[in-house]
């Protein structure tokens, strides 16, 4: 148990409909950040948030939104879904700053069908 | 962001030292290199990170070339366990987020 977790494990959903993904960061950790990681692709860095606010974005579709909750959870929200969108979502959370490592959770895998 | 270079694949014996090499011409002096592996179908795992001098952990020793243009990440004594995919990454302050490359593809050969 690397200390971040993520709910669910495995999901399954068609075409158009809408998913939530969550993550608990590491106890202590103040960033979170998301990360989706198809076959054909390596990992993609999507958002960041940093204590509640949004740091930094990546290569995150306009149907793709989060949010970082007071008690430091966060949710990502795929809207819209498409079969592309299938892949291995990843939380990551780190205490804020570059001077140590980040903890990966063990991942939420989409299939869209 | 600052980009690192890795070779695609590396293949190495079972018990014996596995010497990890990646370049990044371009570090400035605040950003600090991170590895991490990442084991099929798991998330990266956190490995070994520096900034200027050698480090040594549990897992593996990070030696970082003196003008910080190139580091190693070097596994003592590489077990079957070992065999993953390996990240060296750039992270600067202001920078967080992890930019993952295509990394290094370690065999270990029984």
């Known amino acids: 148990d690397s200390g971040v977790t993520q709910t669910p494990k495995h999901l399954i959903t068609a075409t158009g409909q809408r998913v939530t993904l969550r993550c608990s960061p590491r106890?202590?950790?103040?960033?979170v950040y998301w990360y989706q990681q198809s076959l054909d692709q390596g990992l993609q860095f999507l958002i960041q948030?940093?204590?509640?606010?949004?740091?930094a974005k990546g290569n995150i579709l306009e149907r793709f939104s989060a949010q970082q909750f007071p008690d430091l959870h966060s949710e990502l929200n795929l809207s819209s879904l498409e079969l592309g969108d299938s892949a291995l979502y990843f939380c990551?959370?780190?205490?804020?700053?570059?001077?140590?490592?980040?903890?990966f959770g063990s991942g939420t895998r989409l299939t869209v069908v | 962001d600052a980009k690192t270079t890795q070779p695609n694949s590396m293949e190495s014996n079972e018990e014996e030292p596995v010497h990890l090499p990646c370049n990044h011409s371009?570090?400035?002096?605040?950003?600090?290199i991170h590895w991490y592996r990442q084991l099929p179908s798991q998330g990266p795992e956190y490995v070994i990170h520096?900034?200027?001098s050698n480090v040594n952990n549990r897992m593996a020793s990070l030696a970082i070339a003196e003008d910080r243009k190139s580091s190693t990440l070097i596994l003592h004594r590489a077990t079957l366990r070992d065999a993953a995919v390996y990240y060296c990454?750039?992270?600067?302050?202001?920078?967080?987020?992890?930019?993952f490359g295509t990394g290094t593809r370690l065999t270990i050969i029984p």
């Open positions: 990551a959370s780190s205490e804020g700053t570059v001077r140590n490592g980040y903890t």
């Open positions: 106890s202590g950790d103040l960033s």
């Open positions: 948030y940093y204590n509640g606010e949004e740091r």
């Open positions: 371009t570090i400035s002096g605040t950003d600090y």
């Open positions: 520096g900034l200027t």
């Open positions: 990454i750039l992270a600067n302050f202001g920078n967080e987020k992890l930019t």
